[in-house]
């Protein structure tokens, strides 16, 4: 009897339909990253920082790299011989001689290369003629081109035996002339442009030394061969035929 009622329970146990299930009430999509907030190792909600805050600012006393600054030209310590003069197809007039004042006056004030300067005589002839007495280094001369009519400057270089580039009567107010002028002769020696020989000048104690010591090379050849006649010994041969 008790063995019929247990197993009558358990085929009622089977019978019984099981509950359906409950839907989830909970929300189903959750945006990632959270907007407002993010979570930590131990599930915490921590707030975001905001743009602004985290972005780093820059420390100021942080110092990158010093540029590199190219150390400063050294000046020439060279000091040029400038003749400036009046070109013979100058006449003189009172424009030219206030233009030549000023070229004097600017190349005594150059600054680099330091400066010597002498001013030519007129009709002293040209810049290669003037160069030919190897006394200066450049000549700068007043004067004209066939293809202007207003005077402008005529620079020649006495080593190079060459002439420069021609400047504006407006130049010759310009203490940095003769620095353009000698930049532009160092550049024709860069490419490939030889200095002519250069023999020292004679001075005129030793130009008058020579001169007599010539002299008297020829005054004692000539009085040598006067002395020599004098002394040949001359025999008259007679022939005295019948």
């Known amino acids: 009897m008790s063995g019929a009622v247990a197993v009558t329970l358990v085929l009622t146990l089977l ?18 990253p959270l907007p407002d907030a993010t979570r930590s ?6 707030p975001v920082a905001d743009d602004a805050d985290a972005s780093a600012e820059p420390d100021l006393n ?38 030549l004042d000023t070229l004097e006056a600017s190349a005594v004030t150059s600054p680099d290369p330091t400066t010597t300067v002498r001013r030519l005589r007129p009709g002293v002839g040209d810049a290669r003629s003037i160069c030919r007495d190897r ?6 001369l007043v004067g004209y081109t ?5 005077a402008v400057l005529l620079p020649y270089d006495c080593r190079l035996d ?15 002339l003769v620095g353009a002028l000698w930049a532009e002769r160092e550049a024709l020696v860069r490419q ?19 001169i007599a010591g010539v002299v008297v090379v020829v005054i004692g050849t000539a009085v040598g061969l ?11 041969v007679l022939k005295v035929s019948p």
């Open 192 to 210: 490939g442009m030889k200095e002519r020989r250069a023999f020292g000048r004679l001075s005129g104690k030793v130009r008058a030394g020579i």
């Open 226 to 236: 006067l002395v020599a006649n004098a002394l040949r010994d001359h025999r008259v």
């Open 41 to 46: 190792d131990t599930g915490s909600a921590e």
């Open 146 to 150: 066939p293809a202007r009519e207003e």
């Open 62 to 99: 942080v110092r990158g790299p010093a540029a590199t600054v190219p150390p400063p030209r050294a000046p020439s310590t060279r000091t040029i011989a400038v003749a400036v003069g009046l070109a013979p197809e100058a006449p003189g007039s009172k424009h030219e001689r206030a233009l």
């Open 162 to 176: 060459a002439a420069l580039a021609l400047r504006s009567a407006a130049a010759a107010d310009e203490p940095g």
């Open 135 to 140: 006394r200066d280094d450049l000549v700068i």
């Open 15 to 32: 019978a019984e339909p099981r509950p359906a299930a409950r839907p989830y009430a909970g929300t189903t999509e959750t945006a990632w």
